[in-house]
């Protein structure tokens, strides 16, 4: 069942440019929409239930027939999955609006199923070799959803993005060759087992810095974040969704909170490492954010913000720590895929990205005014939304921690955040109409139907967050704090 | 023999880096990619040996020059004066690193041989189909990016939407 992930995406990736021959809009915008709820629902009636006795081990079959393939699922790439089904499946249904005027809706559903088939594969993987190569298909695809446009700005940044990727691709690739040499495997457990026998803490140093600089580039985490300020805005605005929303997570995130957790385990040393660069992120992004008049490039500042907070959290390793990251990540996902939907909404009716033109939009474009209302007061962590309780886990964990000094920063970063979506709130929605806008009309409706999906979310999990805790995230935070024991004991997986 | 061919890899390598000719450097790149096809011969690895020669040596530098002859730019990179020397001096820290660290850090520990062993087809078939699904993803993204940017029905004009 779990190999479902990758092969419907994969396979609708391969039919959909024959099909689009045949239906240029209906069948892609269908069909993709209807991968993506099928695999949203897979995982909360198919997927969920199987973790029940912790993590599980899944052997893929092709019309019965057994393959040599086997997929690993616990709490965390459950979590993982329903991240990624929940943001496409919404994704999907805005871009039935939006790809209208840039065509090509086959080839662009196809890149876009392609992306997903790879983050899916990434998080079933339990080898590290294969999440190399799962990293290497979305970031493929990534690459060229950014450039979709075709216009100067999107090719520089697709160019950009494809260079830096590459190289955090070098370090990932050369800490898995070390590794390999090392230990003589590539799956969890017999890289687990093999440095716990050895006990060569030197070359888990290196090791561990050639990880985060690879996953660190991925995760656009400070000082490797320098791409994602081009990449994000200039994509496409559901793929920005994407990028923002998901890719960076499970590209870097997921497969730097896997390796280090769950196959070389948290030292006192990697705690230091990621709980400073966590800090530094969440005012570098902030503070960059500030000064930014293009309403994308702002929230592609704000993700490395964001991403810091989710870094922070997983980085103390505490239980409760572990439990706001991962919490922080599943509502980023939410509300930073919302913002930059609104802000693709704006663009699309205005033609500018600039707050300085905006002005009193909220008077014709009311829908696109609430549900970024909310996505700016779920990510400032206003409560009772989402937001508020991810950031007041993550810093109750670091007091819990004796960690004040970052839980004081942590706060501070926090009203940063509010400060700047504020500003670009009043910009854009607030104050007095432009006379320009004056024509200007509602997204249509998809578009404005996706947002309010996102915005309905954001409201739902802050109110109900004890329930979402206990179904979706106290699991994965179990998973991760089992630590290496999980991979040990899928020794020969 | 080994010796021989690691520093022409290495020499090659780097002069692909510090060529300032996009020609030159995409020719020094092929060069490397001998250099490392016969090192991976020389090493038993022929499969690896044969993809490295036919794809990297063969393939991506005909690509690499077709894309130099379409652009028809002039080959000169323009570089800041810092820029040219990072790479020498980042070179020199990393040979002095791997001659003081990491040979000395390589001796010291026991490689444990032989848990991921088996022909080139038995180890691709029967131990990494996984990945085999991921490759083809991979040429299944790098095919369809060449369908949608290189698309022949009109753009949207973005470009002119940006500020």
Known sequence: MLFLYIIVPLLLAGLLPLLGKLSKRLLPDLLASAAMLFLLVLTVIGARPLISGGGVIQQATWFQAPLNIRLLLDGFSLLMLFTIALVSFVVCVYSIGYMEHYGAKANYYALLLVMIAGMNGLVLSGDLFTIYVFLEMAAVASYALVAFGRGPDELEAAFKYLMLSAVASAFVLLSIAVLFAVTGGVGFGAVAQGLKTLNVRTLVGICSALFLAGFGLKAALVPFHSWLPDAHPSAPAPISAMLSGVLIKVSGVYAMTRVFLGVFGLTPALTTVLTVLGVVSIFVGALAAIGQNDIKRMLAYSSISQIGYVVLGIGIGTPLGILGGLFHLFNHALFKSLLFLNAGAVEQSTGTRSLDKMGGLAKVMPVTAVTSVVGSLSIAGVPPLNGFWSKLLIIIALVQAKMLTLAVLAVLGSVITLWYYLVLQHQAFFGKLNEAWKSVREAPFWMSAATVVLALLCVAVGLAFPFVVGTWLQPAADALGQGVNVALNFIGF | ?163
């Open chain 2, 1 to 163: 023999m080994h010796l021989f061919l690691l520093i022409g890899l290495v020499a090659f390598s780097a002069v692909a880096i510090l060529c300032r000719e996009l020609l030159k450097s995409a020719i020094s790149l092929a060069v490397a990619s001998i250099f490392l096809a016969l090192l991976l011969f020389e090493m038993g690895a022929v499969y690896a040996g044969v993809f490295e020669l036919s794809v990297v040596a063969g393939l991506i530098t005909v690509l690499f020059i077709t894309a130099i002859a379409l652009t028809r730019g002039d080959g000169d990179v323009a570089e800041g004066r810092a820029q040219r020397w990072v790479f020498p001096l980042f070179f020199l820290a990393l040979a002095v690193v791997d001659v003081l660290v990491m040979r000395r850090l390589l001796g010291r520990i026991p490689a444990i041989q032989g848990s991921e062993s088996g022909g080139f087809s038995q180890v691709l078939w029967n131990q990494r189909t996984f990945d085999l699904v991921g490759q083809v993803g991979v040429i299944s993204a790098g095919v369809l990016a060449v369908l949608a940017l290189f698309r022949r029905e009109g753009g949207h004009g973005k470009g002119e939407g940006h500020e």
